[in-house]
Antibody, heavy 118, light 108 residues
């Protein structure tokens, strides 16, 4: 069965960086993209961006351009999301999701809580 | 503010039919996908494309679209359908994705 397993919770200070991992299993990793979605406490879902696991092409949300980098390691079927210059409003649960050809987010990781606090 | 607009809250009596809507200019050209999220859990895909349900999603969930509005219909709502529902589609530029603000569904 398809599984996306994310790395554990992080606590970071403002200005620091965080890198969240998402290990995929149960499907051919390079056949789908990976999207990243975050959810601030008590708020809705926010799409952060997408990476093709096939060729590494990326598409980032405009508001995060310059602060976010998404990468993949096909040898380990793992996707990564790095967010730099963290601010308090980056505090959120971060999700990875496999992304089908129609841009549907088929399967989701369990989420990673990132807390930004001084 | 989101480029996709959803009603913040909707309620339905047990066993009745409810429609959750999502409005936005991009929906004139692109389909929406729909996600169900229960407290403390990751979202789950329930509808995508014209009206496709992933394996395991009950057939009481269906999707439709007209003009700038996409709809998720639950026919015969069950207590376990109480959740937040989010639509997702392209943004107005067509180059990016955006979620609606979400609709909290209460089953009475």
């Amino acid at each position: 069965q398809v599984q996306l397993v994310q790395s554990g919770a992080e606590v970071k200070k403002p200005g620091a960086s965080v890198k969240v991992s998402c290990k995929a299993s149960g499907y051919t990793f390079t056949s789908y993209g990976i999207s990243w979605v975050r959810q601030a406490p008590g708020q809705g879902l926010e799409w952060m961006g997408w990476i093709s696991a096939y060729n590494g092409n990326t598409n980032y949300a405009q508001k995060l351009q310059g602060r976010v980098t998404m990468t993949t390691d096909t040898s380990t079927s793992t996707a990564y999301m790095e967010l730099r210059s963290l601010r308090s409003d980056d505090t959120a649960v971060y999700y990875c999701a496999s992304t089908g050809s129609g841009w549907e987010f088929d399967y989701w990781g369990q989420g990673t809580l990132v807390t930004v606090s001084s | 503010s989101s480029e996709l607009t959803q009603d913040p809250a909707v309620s339905v009596a047990l066993g009745q039919t409810v429609r959750i809507t999502c409005q936005g200019d991009s929906l004139r050209s692109y389909y929406a996908s729909w996600y169900q999220q229960k407290p403390g859990q990751a979202p789950v895909l329930v509808i995508y494309g014209k009206n496709n349900r992933p394996s395991g999603i009950p057939d009481r969930f269906s999707g439709s679209s007209s003009g700038n509005t996409a709809s998720l219909t639950i026919t015969g709502a069950q207590a376990e359908d109480e959740a937040d529902y989010y639509c997702n589609s392209r943004d107005s530029s067509g180059n990016s994705r955006v979620f609606g603000g979400g609709t909290k569904l209460t089953v009475l």
